[in-house]
């Protein structure tokens, strides 16, 4: 028996706010995206973070059989291009200190749950790109919240679909392992930052 779409989609929401608005609070974006400095050292964090977990959730297997396909919505490669837009070289980007305490899901639905938080940043992204409308990021700097550009909406709304494949069964770990890569971004960052 899977989960009704909108009643998984509601269940992360709801156990996942908390720990959202925390990160949310802590980024500041209107701050960190008024000056180029700090809105690179936002991006090498976020580096920091996605490439590893990005590179742990893709040794599970099943991804493309769920309609996932890393080659279209990994942020890694985003988040390169921004940082190249920058000046930062290769070399650069292999210096930055790289997160090792990340989430540790133990099966594809967990793995989806560390997926949750890194496809809702597309919809976050929405709302960024008007401030850095109203900033002086380079256009070419924009690609990570930019993402899917105008899919965003219907590449959320397959997202969810994909949600909806899993036995009732996995929601609750689902949702454990999506709070707690919240959790571990926000530390990750505070870190980062020092």
């Known amino acids: 028996m899977t989960h009704d779409s909108s009643e998984t989609l509601s269940h992360l929401r709801t156990a996942t706010a908390d720990a959202h608005r925390q990160l949310e609070d802590q980024i500041d974006i209107p701050r960190t995206c008024a000056a180029p400095g700090t809105y690179v050292r936002l991006l090498e964090g976020f580096l920091g973070f996605f490439e590893p977990l990005e590179s742990a959730l893709q040794k599970f297997d099943g991804w493309d059989e769920r309609g996932f396909h890393w080659r279209d919505r990994a942020k890694t490669p985003m988040l390169r291009e921004d940082l190249h837009a920058f000046g930062l070289s290769e070399s650069d980007l292999a210096s930055l200190p790289r997160c090792t305490d990340l989430p540790d899901p133990t099966n594809l639905a967990e793995a989806f749950g560390c997926?949750?938080?890194?496809?809702?940043?597309?919809?976050?992204?929405?709302?960024?790109?008007?401030?850095?409308?109203?900033?002086?990021?380079?256009?070419?700097?924009?690609?990570?919240?930019?993402?899917?550009?105008?899919?965003?909406?219907?590449?959320?709304?397959?997202?969810?679909?994909?949600?909806?494949?899993?036995?009732?069964?996995?929601?609750?770990?689902?949702?454990?392992?999506?709070?707690?890569?919240?959790h571990k971004l926000g530390a990750w960052l505070t870190v980062a930052h020092e």
Do not use: K
């Open 115 to 182: 997926a949750y938080v890194l496809e809702g940043s597309t919809l976050g992204g929405r709302h960024i790109m008007g401030a850095l409308a109203q900033s002086q990021i380079p256009q070419a700097a924009r690609h990570y919240f930019a993402s899917y550009g105008e899919q965003v909406p219907a590449r959320w709304r397959e997202f969810c679909g994909m949600l909806a494949t899993f036995p009732t069964s996995d929601s609750d770990a689902m949702t454990d392992v999506a709070v707690n890569t919240f």
